[in-house]
């Protein structure tokens, strides 16, 4: 109870947030000043106001139960009135969060089927609620199967109520949510990664400018070292020429030899960036850019997973041409 307790300049108060199906009448918040400035004395005093806040919430509900909504046992209540009376007696229950989830549902359901229907009516609907209504908003989603196990909860107590006759209108029906294959698992292919590379040196042999160039033929090399490698995108930005990738062939020290400025790392000319002060911060954001940009849904994690499929592009062709890409520096 010591959570409800906030402090005012010198004196003690008690604040929680009603439940909200009674926000209407009592407002958003019960607050209470519990007139100490002592914090031994306040937690004395909250269960006290905690009686009072419950006896409020108690008030409000059972004047509303006690409503002539359904003074005739033989009534058939329309929809909206059911909504009142379920979210009073079952949602209440329930924590904010929870509430406001299945009146999120609900509020739609009876937007799309009419808030005067009555129970009776309701079970005939419910086959165009599920295929017109449900499946269209939702899919066969996780949020799917919860919105309907929404409508079957609610049906379930609108049958106990004896609203309608069993079965349960909505409990034949299933939503079995699709796993899609995850994108950030999914390998690339060998023509993934022709494509990918045939790209990044078409702009970095024909650029627009130095920087252009120099950036498309850093992502290409990049590429390649993670082909080779299958290591993360920041250890290949970090690896150094000294210490990483010492199997790596001739061929390979060639092609990084032709970048003109020296630098210890393999990737060369990165500045470290973002709160964690990586190497691959603006590289990363780049690569991602250009493998958005180009269809298949690709990721420098796919990239990795194809490594360790043994996908590997004719690495001494590409070598070749990063070759022959002049890189000369832009002149003054």
Known sequence: MANYLLKR?????????????????????FRKSLSTEDADAARLAVPQRMREFDALIGQVRMARDEGDLFANADEQPALDQMLVRYQGQVLSG???????????????????????????QLASRAKP????????????????RRALNVLIAFYDWVVECGYAQPPN????????????????????????????????????????NVLARDNAWRLA?????????????????????QTHFKALSA???????????????????????GPDGRRSWQLQKALGRRLTSLPGSLTYTGLRHAA????????????ARLQAIDLSPAQA
């Open 221 to 241: 090399w990049v590429v390649l070292l993670g082909l080779s490698s299958g290591d993360t995108l920041h250890f290949v930005c970090e690896a150094q020429r």
């Open 169 to 208: 209108a909505f409990s034949g029906y299933r939503i079995r949510p699709i796993k899609s294959v995850v994108v950030s698992r999914k390998a690339w292919t060998d023509n993934e990664c022709e494509l990918v590379l045939t790209s990044l040196l078409a702009e970095a042999e024909r650029p627009a």
């Open 308 to 319: 360790a499929n043994q996908v590997r592009p004719d690495f001494d062709a590409w070598l």
């Open 9 to 29: 300049g010198n004196l003690w108060w008690v604040q929680r947030k009603f439940p909200v199906d009674v926000k209407d009448q009592l407002g958003t918040f």
């Open 129 to 144: 609620v599920v295929e017109q209504w449900l499946l269209p908003s939702f899919g066969h989603t996780d949020a799917g």
């Open 94 to 120: 329930l924590s904010n969060a929870a509430q406001r989830r299945h009146l999120r549902v609900l509020e739609a359901f009876g937007a799309f089927v009419g808030l005067n229907l009555t129970a009776q």
């Open 251 to 273: 061929d390979w020290h060639k092609t990084r030899a032709c970048w003109p400025e020296i630098d210890p790392y393999w990737v060369p000319g990165l500045s470290p960036g």
